[in-house]
């Protein structure tokens, strides 16, 4: 059973930088395809950004390229998403998903592995 776990996220002003990590714990042998997404309140589950199992491939939707950069990290199937100058519609929970395909997907339904979620809130 493949299970993640996010940390970081929390409260920070406009322009400020935030953090959030997540690490998935599940086969010794595989390297997930791992994504961020994010969800504000009333809105649907939204594609932010995605790394490949080698980490030679990115891809970010579209208002955080430039912004924010999605890392694996020392772990085996960890992942790190930097966010800098943040904006007060970056506020959402954000959540790591995680696949096993070498395919990188954008849409949320082609993920089957899932964090809870952790929340980024940026004041004006």
């Known amino acids: 059973q493949v299970q993640l776990v996010e940390t970081g996220g929390g409260l920070v002003q406009a322009g400020d930088s935030l953090s959030v990590s997540c690490t998935a714990s599940g086969s010794t042998s595989t390297t997930y395809t791992m994504a961020w997404f994010r969800q504000a309140p009333g809105k649907e589950r939204d594609f932010v950004a995605a790394i490949g199992q080698s980490a030679d491939f990115t891809y970010y939707k579209d208002s955080v390229r430039g912004r924010f950069t999605i890392s694996r990290g020392n772990a085996k199937n960890a992942v790190i998403l930097q966010m800098n100058n943040l904006r007060p519609e970056d506020t959402a929970v954000y959540y790591c998903?995680?696949?096993?395909?070498?395919?990188?997907?954008?849409?949320?339904?082609?993920?089957?592995?899932w964090g809870k979620g952790t929340q980024v809130t940026v004041s004006s």
């Open positions: 998903a995680a696949n096993d395909v070498a395919v990188i997907h954008r849409t949320a339904a082609a993920y089957p592995y």
